[in-house]
């Protein structure tokens, strides 16, 4: 399958730089495959209003780090890293800096320095000389965004830097460990939640943590040939049993974004959700079958990427293509900080 027939134009005006003044004000598209229509909602508030009783509404509870770390050289050249993972004082991060960075320099992100070790498959290793990289982060982090949001963060103001922390993560992130957030969940709020359970919507938290690879574009021209990145996830027996549960008295599992419906999907290889951690490099693409999830809330992707082929998958590349070009003629809000889509 070419990769070329997932791939469209967009206005760069559309892809959004701030979200809105509130999460629930994003725009709201619905999607019915069965009947290949859609609508226009309005607010994201409506998704009250598409929720059944007895519905399952899968969320993940990831939390996203404050993973980059501006900094400098000895020669006081940039140095702006991405920190993927850490373990102690030592992390492997992306490196982004005018010459390719030397084992045994030292850079300083300001009170601290960190010294090169070497270069991994992924990226550079570095070692923070006793100081917890969680630590640092939490003090002197910034937040990870895309790089089609700009930001000089340096140059930006507290509030900015503080909007950005607040509103890139969800309401209801617990566990750190993502350096992307979940967008489908950035727009719900505590009474969108509170509102759907006085319905009888069930709410079950999953975890899966988020990687750079999330919003890389596929390079290659044949779909098939792409390799899909690791992710680290976790569905609790609990979960699982309400899950399972659910699935056996016909009522429907929606996925929260692309990741809750990735760890479904991996957890649910047989039909039944099994629990328990594990990694998962599940590549959705047309022609996959979805064995658990019914529904799925999503923002707007970008061309050729993974993200984009798995919400064709789940409701038809030529449906997907004219609901695409509806949101781009109605300027809907594109990305991340953008506006959102229920596919039921």
């Given at each position: ?10 206005d760069?005006?559309l892809i959004?730089q701030?979200p809105?003044?509130?999460r629930?004000?994003?725009r ?6 069965s ?14 209003e598409?929720?059944q009783?007895?519905?399952v509404l ?5 939390k996203v780090?404050?993973a980059?770390?501006i900094?400098?050289r000895?020669t006081?050249?940039?140095v702006d890293?991405?920190?993927l993972?850490s373990?102690k004082?030592h992390?492997?991060a992306l490196?982004?800096t005018?010459?390719?960075?030397q084992?045994?320099?030292?850079f300083?992100?300001?009170?601290y320095?960190a010294?090169v ?5 992924e ?11 969680l630590e640092i982060?939490a003090?002197i ?13 340096k140059?930006e103001?507290?509030?900015k ?8 993560q969800?309401v209801?992130?617990?566990i750190?460990?993502?350096v ?5 969940g950035?727009?719900?709020t505590k009474a969108i ?8 919507v ?11 690879g999330?919003?890389?574009p ?7 040939q ?7 996830y ?16 016909h009522r429907?599992?929606i996925?929260?974004g ?7 999907e991996?957890a ?5 959700i099994?629990?328990g951690k ?5 590549f ?5 079958t979805y064995?658990i ?13 993974t993200?984009?082929?798995l919400v064709?998958?789940f409701?038809g590349t030529?449906?997907?293509r004219q609901v695409y070009?509806e949101?781009?003629q ?11 889509m229920?596919i039921?």
């Amino acid at each position: 399958m070419d990769i070329s027939a997932f791939d469209y134009e967009l206005d760069p005006n559309l892809i959004a730089q701030e979200p809105p003044c509130s999460r629930e004000e994003s725009r709201l598209l619905v999607v019915n495959r069965s009947q290949q229509t859609w609508q226009h909602a309005g607010s994201f508030s409506k998704i009250t209003e598409f929720l059944q009783p007895g519905d399952v509404l899968v969320i993940n509870n990831t939390k996203v780090l404050y993973a980059r770390l501006i900094g400098h050289r000895k020669t006081g050249g940039k140095v702006d890293a991405l920190v993927l993972h850490s373990e102690k004082d030592h992390c492997i991060a992306l490196i982004q800096t005018t010459r390719i960075p030397q084992t045994d320099e030292c850079f300083y992100f300001e009170p601290y320095t960190a010294t090169v070790i070497g270069r991994t498959n992924e990226g550079w290793e570095l070692d923070f000389h006793g100081k917890p990289v969680l630590e640092i982060l939490a003090e002197i982090g910034f937040p990870p965004l895309p790089p089609y949001i700009k930001r000089k963060y340096k140059a930006e103001s507290s509030s900015k830097i503080q909007q950005d922390k607040e509103r890139y993560q969800t309401v209801y992130a617990q566990i750190p460990g993502s350096v992307a957030a979940p967008t489908a969940g950035l727009h719900f709020t505590k009474a969108i939640l509170d509102t759907l359970r006085t319905q009888q919507v069930e709410i079950i938290e999953v975890t899966l943590h988020v990687g750079t690879g999330t919003f890389l574009p596929i390079k290659v021209k044949e779909i098939e040939q792409h390799q899909m990145h690791h992710e680290l996830y976790e569905v609790s027996d609990q979960a699982a049993l309400q899950i399972n549960q659910a699935m056996a008295e016909h009522r429907r599992i929606i996925a929260t974004g692309t990741t809750s419906c990735r760890t479904l999907e991996a957890a649910g290889q047989t039909g039944q959700i099994i629990p328990g951690k594990g990694q998962t490099n599940l590549f959705i693409y047309p022609g996959y079958t979805y064995k658990i999830v019914q529904g799925l809330i999503t923002n707007f992707h970008l061309p050729k990427s993974t993200l984009l082929l798995l919400v064709s998958a789940f409701a038809g590349t030529e449906l997907i293509r004219q609901v695409y070009a509806e949101a781009i003629q109605k300027k809907y809000r594109f990305y991340s900080y953008g506006d959102a889509m229920l596919i039921q």
